[in-house]
């Protein structure tokens, strides 16, 4: 968790803002279930009573009720270090509003209809992007206004690509950033590169208030330079409000 979401500073700034932040190893429960005050003894049973080994994820009210309890072992397993934490900072949301979001049973197919049933649709984009040669960036841009969302949300980018020679690469940005025309694309807030013809991804990021944003579309390093293809953007929003976001 320390190299994972909790080194994310999204994830760092919404616990300071919206929790009280504390660690207890499971042989000190067994201590603190016998202290001489009785609201630390509340707390500390409550935590014991639901610990799963080795690292669990609890959120309780200030009653020492339960709101969340989230394994970090039954967190879905991602090769994507920025999906992991999208996921956790959608739990952190929903615990902030008093709700729970329990990944624990959901299959990636589950999640996905959950997701079709909170989400405001914002546009639907098709165009074209092309192969920059290797080392280039030649980025379709796509405006996405998301300003509506005052309280934030999560911002969902479907791409499916078209049957076309080229691979395509898609990064998102600020609004206000100038895109790139070569090297990495350091200043993106989230990616999903070498979706090959045919195929489709995905593009997940939190924001915490209204803003603007660009997608660039572009080819890969790997496809012939000047090599076409299109592609289809739906692009969404789940609302802060719902319990699904950072």
Known sequence: MRAGPLSNLDVIQTLNENFVNTSVLLRDLSELVNSDAARVRLFAKTLKDHFV??????????????????????LPDS??????????????????????????????????ELDLSLRKELMEVLNVFRGPGNGYQDYTTVEI?????????????????????????????????????????DDAL??????????????????????????????????????TNAFLAHISVVPAETGKSD
């Open 79 to 112: 090769e994507l270090r920025d999906d992991r934490i999208q996921r956790y900072l959608m739990l952190l949301t929903a615990a902030a509003n008093g709700e729970v979001l329990d990944f624990s049973s959901e299959t990636e197919e589950a999640m996905s």
């Open 190 to 227: 989230a990616s999903k590169w070498d979706i090959p013809p045919g195929d489709t991804g995905q593009i997940r990021h939190p924001f915490k208030h209204g803003r603007r944003f660009k997608l660039g579309a572009t080819g890969n390093w790997f496809c012939e330079k000047g090599s």
């Open 53 to 74: 080994y080795p690292v669990d994820i609890q959120v309780l009210s200030p009653e020492a009720e339960m709101i969340i309890h989230q394994p970090d072992s039954k």
């Open 145 to 185: 206004d998301a300003t509506s969302f005052e309280q934030g949300g999560v911002l969902i980018i479907d791409i499916q690509v078209g049957e076309g020679e080229a691979t395509g690469s898609f990064d998102l940005f600020a609004g206000d950033t100038e895109l790139p025309t070569e090297g990495i694309p």
